[in-house]
């Protein structure tokens, strides 16, 4: 059981990193920022880095160096984890370099390793999810007047999880992994995976088409998903930013709060039928037991948020009537597009990156933890 000490003691930290995110809000620094990720990724007791150097010792052939890529000969697949050990243990390592903490996603999902197929080499990855039931810029687009609105939502999904990972990440490969996650593979397989299928909250039948999909920066605004065109058609489209609230700032010791929870018989544990609120809810409770006011849930950081449609004739599709045709992008015809409109350019325009090391990067990444066992 958590003393009062303790209790005393985690409320300190949760108002120390309120106050820590507050004085960012008004000019943010994503150096401090994705620190601050760093140290919740490395005190999250549910990640093993050593599992995952292990992991990467194993397959670290999947992780070219920047010596032997030949730009012309990349030749970008996505391949989706389900049912594919390998795929998912690469998903994993590429997915533990980013300083954002790890995060499985929730409720439908579809995972994805962009991978090049000429070179035998992750390029980068992409996680959807259920969407937030409530966005407020996102909803402001559609009239769900005459419709049930988590109807029309259940037909999106949210992009939790995106990037690409060195050498491809210095040409541009987060343009390129971006990209597909527009395309019709994502759209296939996601008619395949949940067709007839109930949500577990609402028991409704879900549809069969997946309509668009909704996205939000890491830090502020985002490099990867601003001005992302397939020539002159906006893939990412920028609809407004969040509110500024959620745990982002309490990652580190969301742990803890959790403990305190458990301890209460508050907890609400992830996964299906819980929904996607269960970790707000959490935050919400142990602010509660913790005596702070549930103001402390600011975070401050405003981040963009994008839509991507799927369809010609989305507003008209969630108001009710019908989504028009199917616009999503080709596969290949987007990897070739991004061949030639963004890395050939860039690899042209910078060598530098020709001497950045696939390797350290990747051991930087698992952080001194996973190598102090070696």
């Known amino acids: ?75 970008p697949i996505m391949v989706n984890v389900d049912g594919d050990s390998l795929m998912k243990s690469l998903y994993k390592i590429a997915r ?92 296939k397989d996601y008619k395949e995976k949940y067709a007839n299928h109930q949500t577990l909250i609402e028991q409704k039948e879900l549809s069969n088409d997946l309509v668009a999909l909704t996205t939000t920066s890491a830090f502020g605004k985002s490099s990867i998903y601003n001005r992302l065109k397939f020539k002159d058609k906006l893939i990412a489209e920028p609809i407004g930013y969040t509110k500024g609230f959620g745990n982002l700032h309490l990652e580190s010791i969301y742990p803890r709060l959790i403990e305190l929870l458990k301890e209460h018989d508050l907890y609400t544990a992830g996964g299906y039928g819980n929904g996607p609120k269960q970790r707000w809810q959490n935050m919400t409770r142990a602010l509660h037991l913790l005596n702070l006011p549930n103001s402390y849930s600011r975070h401050g950081v405003h981040r963009e948020v994008y839509l991507y449609r799927l369809r010609a004739s989305l507003e008209e599709g969630m108001a009710g009537g019908k989504f028009g045709k199917k616009i999503a992008l080709s596969e290949k015809e987007y990897s070739k597009y991004w061949l030639d409109r963004w890395a050939k350019p ?29």
């Open 96 to 187: 533990q370099t980013w300083s954002m903490p790890f995060n499985k996603g929730y409720g439908r999902r579809l995972r994805y390793v962009v991978y090049d197929e000429f070179h035998e080499s992750v390029i980068g990855i992409i996680g959807l999810q259920s969407p937030p039931a409530d966005l407020a810029c996102r909803d402001n687009l559609f009239d769900f007047s005459n419709v049930n609105k988590l109807d029309m939502i259940n037909r999106t999904m949210d992009i939790f999880s995106l990037g690409s990972i060195p050498p491809y990440s210095a040409i541009l490969g987060g343009k390129l992994v971006a990209g597909l996650a527009g395309s019709k593979t994502i759209c």
């Open 346 to 374: 860039r690899a042209l325009r910078n060598t530098d990156w020709q001497l950045m090391s696939t390797e350290s990067y990747i051991l930087n990444a698992l952080g001194s933890k996973a190598n102090s066992s070696q």
């Open 1 to 75: 059981m958590q003393n009062r000490s303790n209790i005393k003691k985690l409320r300190e930290e949760v108002t120390e990193l309120y106050y820590f995110y507050q004085d960012l809000h008004s000019s943010p620094n994503k150096d401090l920022l994705r620190k601050s990720h760093l140290e919740a990724k490395f005190n999250n007791d549910s990640i093993s880095l050593q599992e995952t150097l292990r992991l990467y010792k194993k397959l670290k052939d999947h992780f070219k160096e920047p010596a032997i890529l030949q730009i012309d000969k990349i030749k």
